[in-house]
C-alpha cells in the first residue's frame, strides 16, 4: 500500500482540530508563508540564471549590503503576508521599524517577525540559505493597527516558529510548541507541494558537531577559548573530538545539527558585545524550534526565550543545541569549569 501522503495543510489543519477554539485564521496564515516559500525556493534555484544574483545599491538597517535575492525575499514575505486578514504587524530584518498592514486590508491576532534570508552573503556561492519565521498573537487591543509592542515579547510567547531552508531540496521545519513536536516538510517540486518528511524532530541530547566561526577566537572571553579548546580535545567516550561544522549560514547550520547532534555558538565578543544573532527574528524562532526538539538555547546565562526584547534589531549571544552541551559551554561561562 503506498505511504500516506500528508500535505503541510492537511498537517496543520489536523493540528488546528487539538485547538477547539482555532479559527482557521493561523491555517491561512500558515499557508500563505509556504506559498511565499515556494516562490523564494523557485527564485533561489533559478538565481544562478536570473539577473537576480549579486547586490542592490542598498544597504539595510544593518549597514549589510541587500542582496538582490534577500529583497525579493523580503518583498515576497511581506506580500504574501499582508492582505490575508490574519496578521495586525510584522517585523524583520530588512526594515528598520515595524511593517503595517495596509489601511486597505482587514486586520488580524497574528504578529509575524521574520528574517527572509538568512546567510545570504552566501547566495552567490550556492551555499544554503534559509527564511525564518516568529509568530505571536499580538498583546495590543484588536480593531487597531499592530504596535513594536506586540513584536517585543519575550520568545516564550511564540504561537509557532518555523525555518524555510533552500538548500539540496527545500524543506518547511516548524513548531507550535506546547508539545506538539517539530515537523519537517519537504517541497516537491513536481506538484508544489509541502510533504511531511521529518516528523517529530528530536535532538540528541549529546553533540556529535560544533559550529562557530573560529576566526573570533582571539575576540571572545577566555571562558569560550577554554570552552572550545576543551571540546577539541579527544573525548574518551568517542576516542575522538567533536567534528567541526561551520557553513556560515546559522539556518544550514542549527537544521544539521537538530537532525545530527550539534551546538552551534555565536559568543559574545570584543568585536561584537552583543554577539551578531538577532534576537526576534533569529535566535527566538530557532530557539523555540530547537527547546520543542528536546535541546536547549542560551546566552550564556539566560534562557532566550525568557529574554525580553526591547528593541526590533536587538543582538543576542547565541549558544543552541544539543542540552548537554549548551548547559556545558554555560558552566564553563559562569566559571565553574575550564576545562
Ligand atoms: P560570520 C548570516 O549573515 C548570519 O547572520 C548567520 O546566518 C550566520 O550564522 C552568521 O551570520 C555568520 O556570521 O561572522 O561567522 O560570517
Redesign the pocket.
Known sequence: MSKKIITLTRHIIEEQRKFPEATGKFTDLMNDIAFAAKLISYHTNKAGLMDILGETAETNVQG?VVKKLDAFANETMINALDHGGHTCVMACEEEEDIIPIPDQYPLGKYVVLF?PL?????IDANVS??TIFSIYTRVTPDGRPGTVEDCLQPGVKQVCAGYVIYGSSTMLVYTTGNGHGVHGFTLDPSYGEFILSHPNIQIPKKAKIY???E??FDFWDQSIKNYVHYIKQIDKATGRPMNSR?????????HRNLLYGGI?L?PASSK?PQG???LIY?ANPMAFIVEAAGGKASDGKNRILDIKPEKLHQRVPLFIGSEEDVTMVEEFIAGKRTK
Open positions: 549589510e528574517d538568512d546567510g545570504s552573503s552566501n540559505v534559509g559550529s562557530v566561526n576566526s573570533n561551520y557553513i556560515g549560514s546559522m539556518v544550514s547550520d542549527v552551534f555565536y561584537a551578531k544573532l538577532r533569529e
